[in-house]
């Protein structure tokens, strides 16, 4: 699954999410970088839905984390464009989360640079007319 992606449209953007939810392996950390508006939250929802939630993946801007549990594990899926400081990260209670059945799913990490664990991955979006351009590495 490593690689550089070129994704033209939403639908695309859904369906990498969704090959790539097929590559892990709980437990993985999986860090999502770009700017706002980038896709990240959108390939959250093709990997949540691969791994077979029905849920309706909603971003997790205000609440910082939105949890799912899915056939592949419990899966949580961060935010962390709001928060002032890495301190904030501390009361996700990310250690209880770091169990051995989950997947952490993180937008903006670089905001809980020092507090967050360790990433799996990490799939990075850039900006291209049209669509995406996606790069995916194994950390
Ligand atoms: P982020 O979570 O990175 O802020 P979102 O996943 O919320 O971004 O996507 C923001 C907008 O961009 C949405 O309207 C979404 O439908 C659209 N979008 C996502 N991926 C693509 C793509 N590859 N090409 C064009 N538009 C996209
Ligand atoms: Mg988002």
């Avoid at 859904?14 to 990240?40: I, N």
């Avoid at 939250?41 to 077979?52: D, I, N, P, Y």
């Amino acid at each position: 699954m490593e690689g550089e992606y070129q994704v033209s449209d939403v639908d695309q953007m859904w369906a990498l999410g969704r090959s790539f939810a097929e590559t892990l392996q709980a437990p993985e950390v999986v860090y999502l970088e770009g700017d706002l508006g980038a896709g990240k939250t959108t390939f959250v929802q093709g990997v949540v839905s691969a791994l077979g939630s029905e849920a309706a993946v909603v971003s997790p801007t205000y609440t910082l984390v939105e949890e799912y549990v899915t056939a592949g594990g419990c899966v949580h899926h961060l935010d962390l464009y709001r928060i002032q400081n890495s301190d904030e990260v501390e009361g996700l209670a990310l250690r209880d989360r770091c169990d051995n059945d989950s997947i952490l799913l993180i937008e903006w990490p670089e905001r809980g640079i020092g507090a967050l664990p360790f990433p799996s991955w990490k799939v990075s979006m850039r900006y291209r007319d049209p669509g995406r351009t996606v790069g995916v590495t194994r950390r």
